[in-house]
T-cell receptor, first 113, second 111 residues
Framework: DAEITQSPRHKITETGRQVTLACHQTWNHNNMFWYRQDLGHGLRLIHYSYGVHDTNKGEVSDGYSVSRSNTEDLPLTLESAASSQTSVYFC????????????FGPGTRLTVL | GQQVMQIPQYQHVQEGEDFTTYCNSSTTLSNIQWYKQRPGGHPVFLIQLVKSGEVKKQKRLTFQFGEAKKNSSLHITATQTTDVGTYFCAENTGTASKLTFGTGTRLQVTL
């Protein structure tokens, strides 16, 4: 069955370290998204991609970067982790038609000490 | 950044009572989607509304899209403990597949 996975599921790191969160989908979807979820803020879009080599900034992109070298993967990199980036991170993908919505991964809980 | 307003933020009901959450946007929407997130889980797509005044039903859930396409509601009839979770609306203002999520309404159901 097609799926979307994220790794690691939990991560503790220190301020200033570079961290990469993986997202892999086997739906063959062109569209992929990264969100962070914090209490009181719902889901906020970090970066998104509409296809290979395409990346776009979302509303909270500062301190984050993504790259899309193939259809299946959209890794999210925190260049220099900050305590304000402690959050739960969700990756999602969607087909080109909107009717089915976005399919979310299980999430990664990141703690920056 | 712009966020879609949802009310209430939290509601606690007894099993069997009805529940409604409302979503309001300042802009006209191409479509609106609804998601449910169980405690400790990830958001799961429920439905998409596209047409002005559209009403769709999924068993005990009724979704409405406003005539002006600026607001939407989700109504659950006779809640059950399995309805517990946070319900999010997500607006699509026209940019393909890109969504702005509402702040969510957390529903707690007790026996």
């Amino acid at each position: 069955d097609a799926e979307i996975t994220q790794s690691p599921r939990h991560k503790i790191t220190e301020t200033g370290r570079q961290v990469t969160l993986a997202c892999h989908q086997t739906w063959n979807h062109n569209n992929m998204f990264w969100y962070r979820q914090d209490l009181g803020h719902g889901l906020r879009l970090i970066h998104y991609s509409y296809g290979v080599h395409d990346t776009n900034k979302g509303e909270v992109s500062d301190g984050y970067s993504v790259s899309r070298s193939n259809t299946e993967d959209l890794p999210l990199t925190l260049e220099s982790a900050a305590s304000s980036q402690t959050s739960v991170y969700f990756c999602a993908s969607s087909p080109d038609t909107d009717r089915e919505g976005q399919f979310f991964g299980p999430g990664t809980r990141l703690t920056v000490l | 950044g712009q966020q879609v307003m949802q009310i209430p933020q939290y509601q606690h009901v007894q099993e069997g009572e009805d529940f409604t959450t409302y979503c309001n946007s300042s802009t006209t929407l191409s479509n609106i989607q609804w998601y449910k997130q169980r405690p400790g889980g990830h958001p799961v797509f429920l439905i998409q509304l596209v047409k002005s005044g559209e009403v769709k039903k999924q068993k005990r859930l009724t979704f409405q899209f406003g005539e002006a396409k600026k607001n939407s509601s989700l109504h659950i009839t006779a809640t059950q403990t399995t309805d517990v979770g946070t319900y999010f609306c997500a607006e699509n203002t026209g940019t393909a597949s890109k969504l702005t999520f509402g702040t969510g309404t957390r529903l707690q159901v007790t026996l």
